[in-house]
């Protein structure tokens, strides 16, 4: 049975994102549930940082944008993230994203 797990924003401490590019707060992991989430994290980016180009081939990711503005490349399409806007990301689809502000967004992964 899952237990219930609640945590103060304040009190987590922010770590490097997976690509190297800004810095995450990680609110649930995969360690932490037996769902099939593998996080739910909120990340910031500064101006110009860029995520490199890549796959989560078992992960759909789900975005959902709070603060800034910048630009999603998934598989040769540009769409413009800005506050309010919600993307996901299908498992094996390649993506990148290049921060045109600071930027704060909410990030889901779901195991398939």
Known sequence: MQSIIQKEFSDILPVSTSHH???????????????????????????????????????????YFMEGEGLMMI?????????????LIPAGYRHNLQACSVMKFITIGVAL
């Open 21 to 63: 590019v800004g810095l995450k707060t990680v609110l649930l992991s995969s360690q932490e549930t037996s769902s099939s989430l593998t996080q739910i994290a909120i990340t910031e980016l500064h101006k110009g940082d860029f995520v490199d180009t890549h796959v989560h081939p078992t992960m759909d990711e789900h975005y």
């Open 75 to 87: 598989v040769n399409e540009k769409y413009i993230c800005k506050a309010g806007t919600y993307l």
